[in-house]
C-alpha cells in the first residue's frame, strides 16, 4: 500500500537552514548538510529545500549547498527558489536534487510548466501554491507579487492540466504557527486534482497530520515541529499508524 | 533523463565508482551497465539512438552479457514499446509492453503519479534482495507501468492492482523503484549489484 509521506519542508538563507514563520520572521534550524545528514539518519521519506535567497532577493541559485545537503541524502531530494528557466532545473538536478519546485514562474507562465515536465517528466515538477486568507477567502499569494487575481481551484487544475507532478500548498497564515494545518484549505481542493497534494503549513502536534490527512492530504509538510518540539518525524508517523494511516515506519 | 548523480552517489556509498557517460568506448569498457532515468520515454529512447547506444547496449547487455541494472525509466525502456504520449519501441530485451495507470475501473481513483513509498512483494530468489526483506518500503515516482508477458518477475507492489515493480532475467536487472533514493533497503540492492560477478 503507499504510504502518507511526512516531508521535512526547510528553507535556505544566507547559507543557513532555517525556518520561516508567516513568510516574515525566520529562525535558524542549522547547517544545511549537518541537517540533512541528521534527516537522513532519521530515515524521512523526503526532503524540500526552498531557497530564500534565490527566490526572493533573486540571487543566483545555491548549487554548492544543493550538492552538500544532496550528498548527504538517500531519500528523494526537492529544491525550490528562483527557478525561472529550464536551464536553471537542469542545473539543480546536477547538483544531485530529484525535483524542484516551482512557484512564480508558473504563476507568470503556465507554459514553463509544460516545457518543463516534458523535458524531465512531470514527476519531476511540484508546483507550489501559497495560500493566504483575506477576509475570509482564500487567495493565492506570492513572496515577490503579493496577493493574486487568480481562483485557487482553477490554478491548481490548471497546474495538473500543464503537466504539474505534485502540489505543494502552503497556508501562509498558519506557516510557523503551529496552529494545525488549515484544513478548510485542504478540503477545498479535495477531489479536484488527480495528483497528490502536499499541504505545507501549521504542524504543531503529531494529530495536526491525522487531520490533515483524513481531509485529503495526500502527503504532510512541516518543520517547526521537528526543530523546536520534542517531535521527530517518526513521532509524526506512529500517531498516523496507531489511527490505521498507511505509514513508512 | 533527469538524475543521474543520485544513482552515481549512491555506487560511491557502497564504494563502488561508477562512470557518468554517454560515450561509446567507456560503455565498451564497462564491466557493468546501469541504465537509470526519470523523464519521458520517447526522449529516453531518442536520446539512446541520437547517440548511437543501441547497438552498444545490446551488444553489452545481450550478446556479452554483461549484468545491467535498470532504474524507473531503465527499466521501462527495455520493454518492446511504450504508449507513453504515443507509441513508442523499446530497447525490446523483455516481452513487456509499458502502459499508464487507469483507475477507471476502481472505486477509488487513485492518483497518478504513482508517488511515494510502497512495500514489494519479493516472487523469487532474486539475487539482488538478498539482506533485504520481503515487504520492504521502496521509493516510486511513475505514472506509466511494465506489462510483462514474460515470466521475469521478481517483485511486485500494489498501486490499485498488483503491477510489476521489478524483474530478473539471466543478467538484467530492473527496477520500477529508485533503490538509490530507498534509504538502507535500496542501498542493499546497489550493494549486490556490484557484488555480481561481471562476466563481460
Not at chain 1, 20 to 44: K, L, M, Q
Not at chain 1, 201 to 212: F, I, N, R, S
Not at chain 2, 131 to 140: A, I
Not at chain 2, 174 to 185: C, L, R, T
Request: proline content about 2%; hydrophobic content about 40%; some cysteine.
Amino acid at each position: 500500500m503507499l504510504k502518507h509521506r511526512i516531508i521535512p519542508c526547510v528553507q535556505l538563507k544566507d547559507w543557513q537552514l532555517v525556518k520561516s514563520i508567516g513568510f516574515e520572521t525566520f529562525r535558524t534550524i542549522g547547517h544545511p548538510t549537518s541537517t540533512a545528514r541528521i534527516y537522513n539518519a532519521r530515515n524521512v521519506d523526503e526532503l524540500i529545500v526552498l531557497d530564500i535567497d534565490a527566490s526572493i532577493n533573486g540571487e543566483e541559485i545555491n548549487t554548492e549547498i544543493i550538492s552538500d545537503i544532496a550528498d548527504e541524502c538517500y531519500m528523494p531530494l526537492t529544491i525550490g527558489g528562483g527557478i525561472t528557466r529550464i536551464e536553471d532545473i537542469y542545473t539543480i538536478l546536477n547538483a544531485g536534487a530529484d525535483k524542484v519546485a516551482i512557484n512564480t514562474i508558473a504563476l507568470k507562465n503556465c507554459d514553463f510548466i509544460k516545457e518543463a515536465s516534458d523535458i524531465f517528466g512531470s514527476q519531476c515538477i511540484i508546483c507550489s501554491i501559497d495560500v493566504k486568507k483575506i477576509n475570509n477567502e482564500y487567495k493565492v499569494f506570492n513572496k515577490q507579487h503579493g496577493v493574486q487575481e487568480v481562483d485557487l481551484i482553477s490554478l491548481a487544475k490548471k497546474y495538473e492540466a500543464y503537466g504539474a507532478g505534485e502540489i505543494l500548498l502552503t497556508s501562509v497564515d498558519r506557516e510557523g504557527s503551529q496552529k494545525g494545518y488549515d484544513l478548510d484549505l485542504i478540503d477545498m481542493l479535495k477531489g479536484e486534482l488527480t495528483i497528490p497534494i502536499i499541504i505545507n503549513g501549521g504542524m504543531g502536534k503529531p494529530y495536526d497530520a491525522v487531520e490533515a490527512i483524513e481531509h485529503g492530504a495526500d502527503a504532510i509538510a512541516a518543520a517547526y515541529i521537528f526543530h523546536f518540539s520534542r517531535n521527530t518525524p517518526d513521532d509524526i508517523k506512529k500517531e498516523l499508524a496507531s489511527k490505521n494511516i498507511a505509514v513508512r515506519l | 533523463m533527469g538524475n543521474l548523480r543520485s544513482v552515481q552517489k549512491a555506487f560511491e556509498k557502497v564504494g563502488c565508482e561508477a562512470i557518468i557517460s554517454n560515450d561509446i568506448d567507456v560503455i565498451k569498457a564497462a564491466s557493468k551497465i546501469v541504465l537509470p532515468g526519470v523523464g519521458s520515454f520517447a526522449d529516453g529512447m531518442k536520446n539512446l539512438n541520437e547517440l548511437g547506444l543501441i547497438d552498444i547496449l545490446d551488444e553489452a547487455v545481450i550478446k556479452n552479457k554483461k549484468p545491467f541494472l535498470g532504474v524507473c525509466l531503465g527499466m521501462q525502456l527495455i520493454s518492446k514499446k511504450s504508449y507513453e504520449n504515443g507509441e513508442t519501441k523499446g530497447l525490446g530485451w523483455i516481452d513487456a509492453e509499458v502502459v499508464k495507470f487507469d483507475f477507471n475501473s476502481l472505486e477509488k481513483n487513485l492518483k497518478i503519479p504513482h508517488v511515494g513509498w510502497n512495500n514489494t512483494h519479493f516472487k523469487n530468489d532474486n539475487v539482488l534482495f538478498n539482506g533485504v526483506s520481503d515487504e520492504s518500503d521502496f521509493y516510486f515516482v511513475h505514472s506509466y507501468y511494465f506489462k510483462g508477458y514474460e515470466d521475469v518477475v521478481s517483485s511486485t507492489t500494489n498501486y490499485g492492482f498488483d503491477f510489476v515493480s521489478s524483474i530478473h532475467k539471466n543478467n538484467i536487472f530492473a527496477f520500477q523503484f529508485h533503490p538509490e533514493k530507498s534509504q538502507a533497503a535500496g542501498l542493499k540492492i546497489i550493494e549486490n549489484f556490484v557484488k555480481l560477478k561481471s562476466d563481460g
